[in-house]
């Protein structure tokens, strides 16, 4: 079975940016794999930031930047905010219709 | 952007099915270009993807749960459900209905917590 991984936690400093990565337990992320990431607060549903690798929903700040980056999605916040702290999801294609989501990274600005 | 909202019971007994509607507003569910999805987030959990349907009757489903759920679509109604059979506490959650392209997804509903407990 195929585990999509991503760090758990990470900490950036107000203003600092910071990477969060999505892969895959075995093999590499593509564009194939449309990536897309997540944010969610407590309490709140998700809030699509980026989908199909880099491609920014409506009203994402360009703070946010989605890329591949080796043979991993990743998600590039620049500028961190204090609001920047929450979950962080990504999800990936895997074929044949299955989306598979990672486990969440924690992001503490701090 | 579409709205969406779930509704469902917020308590089912164990063993029991839980049903789950998502209505569509601001759109139909009889786009050639949208599916439309389910997923949960277990209390202390992360997000995990239940499956989706386009309303040509294409459904998908996270094979952990395909063989108790089932998606289907209400085109006259413009709503989509869930059914989840054989419910354990482990399927308490709260429940987001989405949109959802090939690119990706999109637009959520607000979720609905639903508890499964005696």
């Known amino acids: 079975q195929t585990v999509v991984t991503q760090e758990p936690f990470l900490s950036v400093s107000p203003g600092g940016t910071v990477t969060l990565t999505c892969g895959l337990s075995s093999g590499a992320v593509s564009a194939s794999s449309y990536p897309s990431w997540y944010q969610q607060t407590p309490g709140q549903p998700p809030r699509t930031l980026i989908y199909?690798?880099?491609t920014r929903s409506s009203g994402v700040p360009d703070r946010f930047f989605g890329s591949v980056l080796g043979n991993k999605a990743a998600l590039t916040i620049t500028g961190a905010q204090t609001d920047d702290e929450c979950d962080y999801y990504c999800?990936?294609?895997?074929?044949?219709?299955?989306?598979?989501f990672g486990g969440g990274t924690r992001l503490t600005v701090l | 952007q579409v709205q969406l909202q779930e509704s469902g019971p917020g308590l089912v007994m164990p063993s029991e099915t839980l049903s789950l509607t998502c209505t569509v507003s601001g759109g139909s569910v009889r786009s050639d270009t949208h599916y439309w999805t389910w997923i949960r987030r277990p209390p202390g959990k992360g997000l995990e993807w239940i499956g989706d349907?386009?309303?040509?009757?294409?459904?998908n489903y996270n094979p952990s749960l395909k063989s108790r759920a089932t998606i289907s679509v209400d085109t006259s109604k413009n709503h989509f459900s869930l059914e989840l059979s054989s419910v354990t506490a482990a399927d308490t959650a709260v429940y987001y209905c989405?949109?959802?392209?090939?690119?990706?997804?999109?637009?959520w509903g607000r979720g609905t917590l639903l508890t499964v407990s005696s």
């Open positions: 199909s690798t880099n």
């Open positions: 989405g949109s959802q392209t090939h690119l990706g997804f999109h637009d």
């Open positions: 349907i386009h309303y040509t009757g294409i459904i």
């Open positions: 999800i990936l294609h895997l074929g044949s219709g299955l989306w598979v």
